[in-house]
């Protein structure tokens, strides 16, 4: 899920883009510049990888019946991408600030094509999830190199404006992705079933391969950071060592290795923590700056992303498998009733700016407490009639939901860069694009393990409210972050 944005804000979200390279001067310099096709293709690079987030998910209960996969095993598939996605980001983003944007973005492209055939091809479960997550590696080379591009190639304006494009897409992306998904399964198209939510991407990724060898100009940083190779490895550990065991503890019976990985998860964190802490010592950029998050907006703003983004990745996997195995809607019928959700937050992402520019800070709590309505509507509607839940009564619920959130997200990143020294804003964008990924993954493995653990005994009804129940604490958490923060965003 991604962030609408102004041209005021120093970077757009979702991103590693441009991650040491510093802000743009008030006048155009001479340098690169990208046309209209041009951003119609970055554009399109952008799309794909967000999409893919979001379209497996209605796909799950398939690929359970064709491959016997298993809950644990589905639930790799899903935050599979997003760990990876989320570990590599923002080396994705120094990789293309020191070969080139445009290189690794045609690199990026193809392998996404190759990874999304693999995917489509997968012969059993596990290399299906070896492909979701070479998949998800792949769209962390992919997607920095989007807006590096935008904030090396526009200016003034036209940025503004490209910048807003880029915001709009991530709302698109949700909607189509939980009905194109939907659709995709229910068609078959020549007996794929499932994996043509997978092949899809195919000839995408390279269409968008050769527009941008002809469109896209070519960009790099000036004075590029050197990789955090110890930084990005230990990230790394330690994302594996909490989410890992988090997903495949429960369905292994916990045995000894999940405990092994919990007890490592401390001891990783602290080492990434302190090599980090030496790095910046000694005049390197490290991979999440220590400086930086002492930065209140900085520290209070990443505060707000993990429940946020925690609470929507886990909503969205377990209100998938909810309805398909909970309600047996179909695939179509699945995607469909989310629609409501995604046309709320898209609605809430065009009006964030404006509201932003005239209540401030004060947008995000309104869009915590809208939040909070609608999941105790859809908890309610859920436990008052289990028997006549339906996609049609989840509407109120799952719409002013998607509203907050969208209240949420579209002014998050530019309150946690707000007070980051301008020469630092990549590097700031990249630390909070990192916890969004995170912690999407996170939601998945905690909320989808929770449901998929309670609902054999608890049922559909009860095990979906409480994890609802669960993420209206999230709200609560944000709503109190958001009152901490100053009224004005710079």
Sequence with gaps: MTQQLTATEPLAPASSAALSAPSAPSSPPPGPSLGTAGLVTVLLGAFLPMLDFFIVNVALPTIDHDLAAGPAVLELVAAGYGIAFAVLLVLGGRLGDIFGRRRVFVAGAAAFAVTSLACGLAPGAWSLVAARAAQGASAALLIPQVLGTITAATHGARRGRALSVYGAVGGISVVIGQVLGGMLVAADLFGSGWRSVFLLNVPFALLALVLALRFVPESRAEQAAR?????????????????????????????????????????????????????????????????????????????????????????????????????????????????????????????????????????????????????????????????????????????????????????????????????????????????????????VATLGSLYLALSPGLGMDRALALCLGIQLLGSFTVFYLTTRLPRSIG
Aim: glycine share 14%; hydrophobic share 55%.
């Design 227 to 443: 990789i955090d190779i110890a930084g990005t490895v230990l990230l790394t550990g330690t994302l594996l060592s909490l989410l890992v065991p988090l997903m495949e503890g429960r369905a292994a019976g916990w045995p000894l290795w999940s405990w092994v990985l919990l007890a490592l998860f401390p001891v990783l964190a602290t080492a990434f923590a302190l090599v980090e802490r030496r790095a910046e010592r000694r005049g390197d950029t490290p991979l999440v700056p220590p400086t930086l998050l002492r930065i209140p907006e900085m520290r209070r703003g990443l505060g707000i992303a993990l429940p946020y983004f925690g609470g929507f990745g886990g909503f969205m996997f377990v209100i998938a498998v909810a309805l398909q195995q909970g309600l047996h809607l179909g695939p179509v019928a699945a995607g469909w009733a989310l629609v409501p959700m995604a046309v709320g937050y898209f609605t809430a992402s065009l009006s964030g700016p404006r509201l932003i520019g005239r209540f401030g800070s004060r947008v995000l709590t309104a869009g915590a407490a809208v939040q909070a309505v609608g999941l105790s509507t859809l908890a309610v509607t859920v436990l008052a009639d289990p028997e006549g839940f339906s996609p049609l009564r989840m509407v109120p619920g799952v719409a002013l939901a998607g509203i907050g959130q969208g209240l949420i997200g579209t002014p998050l990143f530019r309150v946690v860069l707000s007070k980051v020294p301008a020469d630092r804003a990549g590097v700031g964008s990249g630390v909070l694009a990192t916890s969004q990924q995170s912690s999407l993954a996170l939601g």
